[in-house]
């Protein structure tokens, strides 16, 4: 696919580097604030001003990449993120901290428009047959991000320091907005309007999920996973104080869980084996296979049992993850997939924000591993509740309702 479809091709390349460049700036921007605070809890909140805007601003992000061109808007932001990126280069040399933190959060909102036009853009760029198949290299891109940007930009900023890091973070926006603009096929098939309805737009999009009973229960299924992924937070805790394994202990606990979330989309792709049906219950399975592999680290005693604990569970989660997403790109009519893709984006920050949260107070209170033990439980609750509830939707085609995906690599769109 990737060799047979050359737009594919470049917008998988653009996001791997754009994603990998984000990872270099964020592990740089982490010891730059924790060199020049000392404070764990600021260098934490890192992670909530990434995800806020997109929280904050859902109701101008969404209609955003509806009423626009994708295409020319993912462009735009891009070159625009080479900007905060320049000023990023400023705080650190001038070692101002609110500086940084503001060019963060101006990132993080270039972020939150541009991050969810792929998977909006998706089924008009590659065949109905090939689109499960490339929301799950898509996905799996996610996590390779994570391993290889965060790995080599820690590599990167130790050996050469943070101004190469940032460079290298903005030529990659640069490089992801050329590959971008190269991509011949259109990323809608709706007609763009450039004009912003934010409350009729919004109005639109409830009315839909209250009539689209599949999408409904989709966006339920990605809330409940999110709703117990605070207990990935405690990974490090385990390795640390309770097998007493170091930074190095965390970090095999880290790559863990990252080549679970890689392989999980995968393997959910092939288990549910072009089946409608099949695809909402093999992704309810995964959020129990996501609370089984906790439970197990729970009960793991050294760190062996505990990586292949976090591979089980992670597995789970990528599949899940990204079979949800597969099933509402397929059930989304194009007028209003960019706002429920930036929907889903929005809701997963937030119920991720809110479980993270819970999970400090609960580790405290009531000790790392029942926490552990209470969401991994949480998990396979919800599953199987989920799992009633949905199998009373009446068999409907997920795939009937897309009409913008191309009807071969050198046609139109169909």
């Known amino acids: 696919m990737l060799r047979g479809n050359a737009d594919f091709s470049r917008l998988i390349g653009a996001c791997a580097l754009s994603l990998t460049g984000?990872?270099?700036?964020?592990?740089?921007?982490?010891?730059?604030?924790?060199?020049?605070?000392?404070?764990?809890?600021?260098?934490a909140l890192l992670f909530a001003i990434h995800s806020l805007p997109g929280v904050v601003l859902f109701p101008l992000i969404g209609p955003l990449t509806d009423r626009f061109d994708r295409q020319r808007l993912r462009v735009a932001c891009d070159l625009g993120?080479?900007?905060?990126?320049?000023?990023?280069?400023?705080?650190?040399?001038?070692g101002s901290v609110a500086l940084a933190l503001g060019c963060l959060a101006a990132l993080s909102l270039?972020?939150?428009?541009?991050?969810?036009?792929?998977?909006?853009?998706?089924?008009?760029?590659?065949?109905?047959?090939?689109?499960?198949?490339?929301?799950?290299?898509?996905?799996?891109?996610?996590?390779?991000?994570?391993?290889?940007?965060?790995?080599?930009?820690?590599?990167v900023t130790a050996a050469w320091g943070t101004s190469a890091t940032l460079l290298i973070d903005g030529a990659s926006f640069v490089l992801s907005a050329l590959l971008v603009a190269r991509i011949k096929r259109p990323f809608s098939s709706a007609v763009t309007t450039r004009r912003l309805r934010m409350r009729a737009d919004t109005t639109e999009l409830w009315r839909?999920?209250?009539?689209?009973?599949?999408?409904?229960?989709?966006?339920?299924?990605?809330?409940?996973?999110?709703?117990?992924?605070?207990?990935?937070?405690?990974?490090?805790?385990y390795a640390l104080d309770r097998f007493q394994v170091g930074d190095a202990g965390v970090g095999a606990l880290y790559l863990a869980q990252g080549l679970g979330a890689v392989l999980g989309p995968f393997l959910g792709r092939w288990l549910t084996g072009g089946s409608t049906r099949r695809r909402l219950y093999v992704a309810a399975a995964a959020l129990a296979v996501f609370g089984l592999g906790y439970l197990l680290l729970a009960h793991s005693t050294s760190l062996g049992p505990a990586m292949a604990a976090a591979l089980v569970g992670h597995i789970g989660v990528g599949a899940c993850a990204i079979l949800a997403l597969n099933g509402l790109q397929l059930a989304t009519p194009d007028h209003i997939r960019g706002r429920v893709m930036v929907f889903v984006f929005s809701l997963a920050s937030?119920?991720?924000?809110?479980?993270?949260?819970?999970?400090?107070?609960?580790?405290?209170?009531?000790?790392m591993t029942d926490t552990t033990r209470l969401l991994g439980a949480l998990a396979i609750s919800y599953a199987i509740i989920w799992s009633v509830a949905a199998s009373r939707i009446r068999a409907t085609r997920l795939d009937g309702t897309h009409k913008g995906a191309a009807a071969s690599d050198g046609g139109g769109s169909c």
């Open 350 to 367: 937030a119920f991720q924000g809110v479980s993270t949260l819970a999970v400090a107070p609960m580790a405290v209170t009531v000790g």
């Open 208 to 237: 839909f999920l209250r009539t689209a009973p599949v999408v409904a229960a989709l966006l339920w299924l990605t809330a409940g996973l999110r709703l117990c992924y605070g207990m990935v937070g405690l990974l490090p805790l």
């Open 22 to 43: 984000d990872w270099f700036t964020f592990v740089a921007l982490s010891g730059f604030v924790y060199q020049h605070t000392g404070s764990p809890g600021l260098t």
């Open 110 to 155: 270039f972020a939150a428009v541009a991050g969810p036009i792929p998977e909006a853009a998706l089924p008009n760029l590659v065949t109905s047959q090939d689109l499960p198949l490339a929301q799950t290299v898509l996905g799996s891109l996610y996590s390779a991000g994570l391993l290889v940007g965060a790995g080599l930009g820690g590599v």
């Open 81 to 94: 993120s080479v900007v905060p990126v320049i000023g990023l280069l400023i705080a650190f040399h001038a």
